[in-house]
């Protein structure tokens, strides 16, 4: 066999190995072994048991750096965490958290900052010897792979499979971390004494290109030694076994002429089954060249209130489903919300919160001023990322409540899902305690998917605030689904709130948008819900909302164009049998309609037009375009995962719904509109068409597209290379 190595002095040996197999066994007699050639010896334990050293030192070390840190106020005092073992060996024990609570890998990350403000520099020591736990390799067990930490990787393991499965994970680790650099030295085989052991870990030798450097036969005597809390080296020092440690460092670990080292080459899991196990793989294709996993859809558990989400269906283009979630129950502006994640998180939320509140024009009087809710988040720090993040959230709840908040919901971010942190039951046992609403939203950031995804966790969450009325107000609806982070939500609410006061009808309740919990808790008094668009998120929470409060659904989303408000507003005539008031508002507004579209029509009547969105439902814009004349040549939707393409009528006309920017560029070239209306910034020089944008959230009512067909035709007016005409 054929090996590269890399030439180098040796002084930090990290050892890593599955859990059981006898990797910290092994590493304390190594660390012996050096110290009886009278080097100096730092053995650090990375592994939650924090039993690494307890042959070395006689018994448990019982001061591990993850309990000092979980307990130190003052973090000055490191002297307990060094002990000084046999031989002179300083010995040093990461521990970990609970299990099932917190995050081991994360406190290997702190116990390594810790070790850095200790200064246990490792050039004080000749050899320092890491004991990692190599079952997991995520970011906080690989630390010990990073450079300036170890200059030496040896990876024990025994024949059976899964211990070479967690070798072959270690080389993965390695080789995702830092697959060029040459690190390796190679197999310590400690041998467990099974039928064709020792054949099958030659074979993963020869396959991850990597040499056996030692055999450690299975042996009585290290379970002696470990009774008398010895290691083999100090119990038995003229055994064969201690023969062996010592041949080990003297022929590898020599200062003079170092062992040499190797990349890693991890097996695929299939081919270390096919090499060990004897499996047949030959139908097997290598991961890189499958087909993408399709994930399952979020689905919603709609009997008990609670949403259960799944792996991200899309990509998170709008931000996190923690974001998605504090989006929508902000606008409960007496409810308080806690993040519970670190305050970057919290940050970034309440930012986009505030411009939003900022951009939202009619809002604009408040410019600056920070949105009206409670807002509070729990910090998480270094040390509730390893221990969990409860007793703050519990504190934190407190707080909230001794400020005065009476309905609170907690939505989690991707931190306190990595450490596991159960705010269901956090959030029930407080809210029994102290006899208010408290309700969990376990979105766990990005983990539990996209800002969609958020939005109807939020949904969900307020909607236990419902209470079951008896009687119904009939001239009273419910909004649903406003889109609160765009810069027209109050206009549009002025604007149709406006047309329901004449029609006598009274909003009372914005389902979320600027409303309060008396409002929500009393929706279930109204008698109609007014869905805000056709997406797929509004006419969800619509047809939930209507089964908990047995509201109608009206059968039309806000209308955009002159003839769909008509629709919208004749057919709410109808319902409420208000026929005359709803003609004469009609009326009034169509006399200011038609003297208004003739103008735009001087400039657009007759005009070629292709339309492509890469996500919004354009039924409006295809309306809007016919109403101001002019001729649509193609109209299509680019595949994306936020395409709307379930809102056609029949009537359209055939719309591409597997459309491309690259059929569009052809479409220009072959067709020369004279306009294309798009959701994407068009190559100009590709192009060289006139184009405008199509507002993702457009205006609502009578004279809603009147202003994107005004701003069309001010773009017809110009010359097509006059760039600063275009949406450029
Ligand atoms: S994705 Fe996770 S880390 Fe980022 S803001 Fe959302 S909750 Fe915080």
Known sequence: ?????????????????????????????????????????????????????????????????????????????????????????????????????????????????????????????????????????????????????????????????????????????????????????????????????????????????????????????????????????????????????????????????????????????????????????????????????????????????????????????????????????????????????????????????????????????????????????????????????????????IKSVESGNRVIFIVSGCTPGITGDDIVGCASEMSQNLGIPIIPVSVNGIGEGDFSAGIMAGYHASLQLVKQEAGKNERSVILVGEKILANNTTANFNELSQYLSTLDIQVSCRFLAYTSVNEVQSMSEQSLILPVSSDKITLEISKIISEKTGSEIFNHAFPYTFNETVRWIQDLADRFRIQDKGSALIARNEKIYRKEIALIMLMTAGKRVIIASSGPDISWVLEAVRECGMEIIRAGYFSSPYTTKNNQKESEPSIVMDYTPDALYDDIKTYRPDLVLTTIWLDYKKADVRYGMIPFCPNVGFFGALSSMKHWASILSGPVREGWRNDL
Not at 86 to 108: D, K, Q
Not at 152 to 173: F, P, Q
Not at 304 to 327: D, M
Request: a neutral charge; glycine letters at 10%.
């Open 1 to 397: 066999m054929k090996y590269n190595n890399t030439d180098g002095p040796i002084s930090r040996i990290a050892v890593y190995g599955k859990g059981g197999i006898g990797k910290s066994t092994i590493s304390a007699n190594i660390s012996a072994a050096l110290a009886d050639e009278g080097y100096s010896v730092l053995h650090i334990g990375c592994d939650p048991k924090h039993d690494s050293t307890r042959t070395l030192l006689g018994e448990l070390h019982t001061h591990t750096v993850t309990d000092f840190f979980r307990t130190s106020k003052i973090q000055t005092d490191y002297s307990d965490l060094i002990r000084i073992g046999y031989n002179g060996i300083a010995c040093i024990e990461a521990g970990g958290p609970e299990p099932g609570v917190g995050c081991a890998g994360r406190g290997i990350l702190s116990t390594f900052e810790i070790l850095k403000r200790m200064e246990t520099d490792s050039s004080r020591y000749t050899y320092t010897i890491y004991d990692v736990l190599g079952d997991v390799v995520c970011g906080g067990f690989a630390v010990p792979l990073r450079h300036g930490y170890a200059d030496l990787i040896l990876i024990v393991t025994s024949g059976e499979y899964m211990s070479l499965y967690a070798a072959n994970n270690i080389l993965r680790g390695i080789h995702n971390f830092d697959g060029n650099i040459k690190r390796i030295g190679g197999i310590i085989y400690n041998s467990r004494g099974g039928a064709e052991e020792d054949e099958q870990v030659r074979k993963f030798s020869v396959a991850v290109s990597l040499p056996i450097l030692v055999k450690i036969p299975r042996s009585e005597i290290f379970l002696t030694a470990e009774r008398h809390s010895k290691t083999v080296v100090a119990a038995f020092p003229n055994s064969q076994e201690t023969v062996l440690f010592r041949k080990l460092i003297s022929e590898f670990f020599s200062t003079k002429n170092p062992i040499p080292r190797y990349r890693a080459h991890p097996l695929e899991v299939m081919e270390l089954e096919s090499l060990i196990l004897g499996r047949d793989i030959s139908g097997y294709t290598s991961p890189s060249h499958q087909v993408p996993v399709n994930f399952r859809p979020i689905t919603n558990d709609t009997d008990n209130g609670t949403v259960h989400c799944t792996i991200p269906q899309k990509p998170s283009l709008f931000g996190c489903a923690f974001a998605g979630a504090i989006a929508v129950l902000s606008q409960i502006q007496d409810a308080s919300i806690i993040a519970h994640c670190p305050s970057s998180c919290a940050h970034i939320v309440s930012n986009l919160l505030v411009s939003s509140q900022n951009r939202d024009r009619d809002k604009s009087a408040d410019y600056g001023k920070q949105t009206s809710f409670s807002f509070i988040h729990t910090g998480m720090d270094e040390k509730m990322m390893v221990f969990g993040g409860i007793e703050g959230l519990k504190k934190t709840i």
